[in-house]
């Protein structure tokens, strides 16, 4: 097995810190557990090998790193609030309002896709026959490839689906030969998937009325994580909103959102 000397750990929670947000200052022995044999698998002698190798910004060995560092668990209809805040608060309001029925969705960390494809969903039930009268836009994005990749397929397993109410599942996904489910291209069309790590700067042409970013600030140290939730801010219309995971929280007196119940925030 190699070993993870003091000095490469680190230097690898330093980078890993400045690049990727991922705090791992108290992951060693994850750290440890999870690469020694990748790295072992590669040939390399050392973890300090590895880095170089990182650094040399090989994409597909940067994804493999994050993913094995980070989990992308996710499923259809999570964190079921949010959806009925969306159709209760959100939907009525931009109905009456909205004159240019112009919707803009980021949903930042969508892993494999079930997120972004539970809001299209859920904005095409809402409108029904009128949501041919809507242009409905939902960013997705994620930092790694493998898991957008996935997405973009669009083809999931009944475990995936196991929370989504069963009027979704007939009408939104067509059943594969192998029993798997395909969503409809309908549904796709309003889902644009992009690679985007989340410590990049924002450059957002337009702003988002709603952003969800749920289950992935847990990696980020407090820092990292306020920076992050400013550069959402800018990039949230007035009037909008920020959804972050329910485990997850804000310190409300460094950001200018304002918080509205359990993991929704408000920019007013
Ligand atoms: C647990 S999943 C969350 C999926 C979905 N939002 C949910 O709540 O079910 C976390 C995702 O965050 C992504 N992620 C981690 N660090 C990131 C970063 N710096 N930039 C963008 N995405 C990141 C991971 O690749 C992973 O797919």
Redesign the pocket.
């Not at 985007?196 to 410590?199: C, D, K, S, Y």
């Given at each position: 097995m190699v070993k993870l000397t003091d000095q490469e750990f680190l230097e690898f929670v330093g980078y890993m810190q400045k690049n990727?947000?991922?705090d791992l200052t108290k992951k060693r022995i994850l750290i440890e557990g999870r690469l020694s044999n990748l790295i072992e698998k590669k040939g390399m002698r050392s973890f300090g090998e590895y880095l170089d190798s990182i650094k040399r910004n090989n994409k597909d060995e940067i994804t493999t790193l994050?993913n094995k560092l980070?989990?992308?668990?996710?499923f259809f209809n999570?964190e079921e609030n949010h959806f009925k805040f969306l159709r209760e608060v959100i939907l009525p309001y931009q109905e009456k309002n909205n004159k240019s029925k112009i919707l803009n969705i980021w949903s930042a960390?969508?892993?494999s896709g079930?997120?972004p494809y539970t809001l299209a969903m859920v904005l095409d039930d809402y409108f029904k026959f009128m949501s041919s009268q809507w242009k409905i836009q939902i960013y997705a994005?994620?930092?790694?490839e493998n898991?957008l990749s996935k997405a973009r397929e669009g083809i999931y397993g009944d475990d995936s689906l196991k929370d989504l109410p069963e009027s979704y599942k007939k009408r939104y996904f067509e059943k594969t030969k192998d029993g798997k489910y395909q969503v409809l291209p309908e549904i796709k069309k309003n889902v644009t998937f992009k690679v985007?790590?989340?410590?990049d700067t924002v450059t957002a042409k337009n702003k988002y009325d709603v952003i969800?970013c749920?289950?992935?600030m847990i990696?980020f140290n407090a820092e990292t994580k306020i920076k992050i939730v400013n550069k959402f801010y800018e990039a949230t219309k007035p009037g909008g909103y920020l959804m972050i995971?329910h485990a997850e929280t804000i310190q409300r007196d460094k950001s200018k959102y304002i918080y509205i119940s359990p993991a929704i925030y408000k920019k007013e």
């Open positions: 990727y947000g991922i994050v980070t989990t992308n668990y996710t999570r960390g969508c892993s079930e997120e994005t994620d930092i790694s898991v985007f790590n989340l410590m969800f749920r289950n992935v990696y995971g």
